[in-house]
């Protein structure tokens, strides 16, 4: 129950820090994006905040040897890039560019204002239903260190 109720607590965080900081905005995404003409900087204010309570989340996590709600860490440990990584990350990179919009903040506005998002939220998943098509040509899953079984 302890790790539903963190999970419910974190997504609910998660979810007020992209609305409070305009990541689930798609037009300051966007402009964001836009280096060459009005670019907004202020989300890598965001973008900088977050690397470092991940970095420090991280450090703590691996000094203490264990999370605090699970019996030992999973950190994977796979390191080689593969066509479908590739392939995966330009298809994101697209859609976040086209639309300014990544599945976090997606889903986030989604419970918000359904209209425009609503969209994206059902292309995104047909393309995480049709990606199970696309053979894995000698991909091996992604071994994890310390994953609990």
Aim: with cysteine.
């Amino acid at each position: 129950m302890a790790k539903i109720a963190s999970a419910c607590a974190a997504g609910l965080l998660f979810g007020l820090g992209l609305l409070v900081s305009g990541m689930a905005n798609p037009a300051k995404v966007l402009a964001f994006l836009d280096v060459t003409g009005r670019w907004d900087p202020s989300l890598a204010l965001v973008m900088a905040g977050a690397v470092a309570v991940s970095a420090a989340g991280d450090w703590v996590a691996r000094r203490r040897g264990r999370p605090v709600l699970a019996s030992q860490l999973a950190i994977p440990t796979r390191r080689d890039l593969d066509p479908r990584l590739i392939a995966g990350a330009a298809v994101f990179g697209l859609g976040w560019g086209l639309a300014g919009l990544c599945p976090g903040p997606a889903l986030t506005i989604l419970t918000v204002v359904p209209g425009p998002a609503a969209t994206f939220v059902a292309a995104m998943v047909i393309g995480m239903l049709l990606v199970r098509l696309v053979p894995s040509a000698g991909s091996k899953p992604a071994a994890v260190q310390g994953a609990d079984a």
